[in-house]
């Protein structure tokens, strides 16, 4: 290793580690300098993870959210050249501190996906008309084999508590624990329409069945997850219902 | 590969609170400047701003992240996101510190001091090559300020500098700020130090403000202080054909007050360059 390297090492442990900077490698003057670095660090990284998860700050608290902040950059230290990036795993930071009060890790995957979503590639959705001409001619097998591409920034998870509650009480003011617990467990989607990151509830087999669809299922096995969850009756309804919405919301960019 | 033209015109720095002034109204700048990093990104509102201001404005692309002093080498991932920006906006100028962010491992996200040695020197050199020839354009490279020197050094930084562009054949920015609080930091004398640096390849001047202190840090979070201003005033008298920006990242003042302090830099050059002809 070059010396550059390994002063350039040295350097960086002494930025993002837990502990105060090591003297043995440093002189006295270099300390001082060295401490400067060290705070525009914490500054920079923790001032990055407020502005990504101000929802999140507001759930727990200003001190409770700082300290739950140095703890994930001490666990996961930045490595992209982005500043942007230092949220990444930040739910996963909260699930683990927060485990009593999952809703802290939900909020903080919502505003993490939203701040994903809004800087996702351009793309058009495909529009109902244009799907509808498509697929027109569709025999039942076409129907079967129907395959979608999505649009990028789509993502889903299972939430346990009511996040668009959440996301409006967390909107300007602290928000008082315990937030509305969901009757029964659902999932969350964030896509973007046009330039507004925007997210919404959906019921389990419904993030099931999309998730499969983005993972290159066939509608058919899409239409399966739901036939499994709705009773037989309103299986077909269910499912018809379910890609309209997509439609609508515009989450489809085109068919294959 | 193409060399940075030059652009004496008058700039700021484009920052959030301001993208529906320069959306909505024609705000008296030349240029604007943006930093590199926020707009590599892959779609969204930004990028469509930064789209719309470039209709009415030349833009300098400048990077905090490039780190042309890591020894490993730097991140061809981050070298592609740029050259993608630099073909869409066509900018004036792309520049970058002489500093260094990141190792393979972890990321500072603050622009870290060199040691001044032919080590250092022959890999920040490589590096420059190899972002020059990838973006097939000449950079220009930030003096960056610091809050600490090596005992290892063995030249000053303008040495190190005038070096590095001749090995290169990059192009520099010249960040008066930074020279001020540098000189005080590391107790040198900056004009000293212009007399050293190769001023005909410096293209940019930089202008903020700093925090005073025992050791000055470089916050560019309020007006440009009497100190920069005075050596300002020296610099403009040694360059020609060079651009001069506003800085204010932090503490961002509405836009009428950033640009009477452009005006004040406008008035400074004018004065300076008026005296040097009678």
């Known amino acids: ?105 939900e909020l903080a995957w919502l505003e993490w996906a939203m701040h994903c979503a809004f800087t996702a590639p351009d793309v058009d959705a495909m529009q109902v008309t244009a799907f509808a001409e498509a697929t027109a001619s569709f025999e039942s097998d076409a129907w079967y084999e129907l ?40 999932s969350a989607i964030v896509w973007r329409e046009g330039e507004l990151p925007v997210f919404r509830l959906l019921d389990n087999y419904e993030a099931g069945a999309l998730q499969a669809m983005m993972g290159g299922a066939s509608y058919g096995d899409a239409c399966e997850i739901v036939l499994a969850a709705c009773p037989a009756d309103e299986a077909a309804a269910a499912a018809g219902t379910m890609l309209s919405r997509w439609l609508t919301d515009g989450l489809v960019v085109s068919i294959g | 590969m193409s060399k940075p033209i030059t652009f004496p015109g008058y700039g700021l720095g484009l920052r959030s609170p301001h993208y529906q002034n320069f959306l909505e109204h024609q705000v008296p700048v030349d240029f604007v400047e943006v930093i590199s990093e926020n707009f590599m990104i892959e779609g969204g509102k930004p990028l469509r701003i930064l789209e719309q201001v470039r209709q009415k404005h030349e833009v300098s692309l400048h990077g ?18 740029l050259r993608t920006l630099v073909t869409r906006i066509e900018p004036l100028w792309v520049s970058d ?39 097939g354009r000449a950079m220009l490279f930030e003096n960056p300020s610091s809050y600490l020197s090596f005992p290892e050094d063995e030249m000053t930084e303008a040495r190190f500098l005038k070096e590095m562009v001749s090995r290169t054949g990059c192009y520099l920015l010249l960040d008066v700020n930074n020279l001020c609080v540098n000189a005080h930091n590391h107790n040198f004398d900056p004009l000293e130090y212009l007399e050293q640096l190769p001023l005909s390849r410096v293209r940019e001047i930089h202008l903020a403000g700093h925090t005073p202190g025992d050791i000055r840090i470089d916050t560019h979070d309020r007006p440009v202080c009497g100190e920069v201003w005075a050596l300002y005033e020296k610099v403009v008298n040694r360059v020609d054909g060079v651009g001069t920006l506003l800085e204010r990242d932090d503490a961002i003042p509405p836009l009428p007050e950033l640009l009477a302090e452009l005006d004040c830099a406008r008035d400074c050059a004018r004065k300076v360059k008026q005296e040097t002809a009678a």
């Open chain 2, 64 to 81: 905090v992240s490039m780190s042309v002093g890591s020894a490993q080498g730097l991140d061809q991932g981050y070298l592609a996101r």
């Open chain 1, 1 to 105: 290793m070059t010396s550059l390297a390994t002063m350039q090492n040295q350097m960086i442990a002494s930025l993002v580690g837990e502990d105060a900077i090591v003297s043995g490698y440093w002189s006295k003057q270099q300390q001082a300098g060295l401490a400067v670095y060290r705070n525009n660090y914490r500054t920079a990284t923790i001032e990055a993870l407020h502005n990504t998860f101000g929802r999140t700050c507001r759930l727990v608290g200003e001190a409770t959210f700082t300290r739950a902040a140095i703890h994930h950059l001490v666990q996961h230290p930045p490595h992209s050249w982005s500043l942007d990036h230092v949220g990444q795993d930040f739910c996963s930071t909260c699930a683990a501190l927060f485990q009593n009060d999952p809703e802290v890790s």
């Open chain 2, 97 to 135: 510190h002489l500093c260094w962010t990141r190792t393979t491992a972890h990321n500072s996200h603050d622009l870290l001091p060199l040691p001044l040695t032919m080590e250092a020197l022959e890999i920040v050199c490589a590096n420059i090559h190899h972002a020059q020839e990838y973006l």
């Open chain 1, 147 to 186: 395959r979608l591409r999505f649009t990028p920034e789509l993502t889903a998870r299972v939430v346990t508590h009511d996040l668009i509650a959440l996301w409006q009480q967390t909107a300007t003011a602290q928000a008082a624990l315990p937030v509305g617990k969901l009757s029964a467990s659902h």
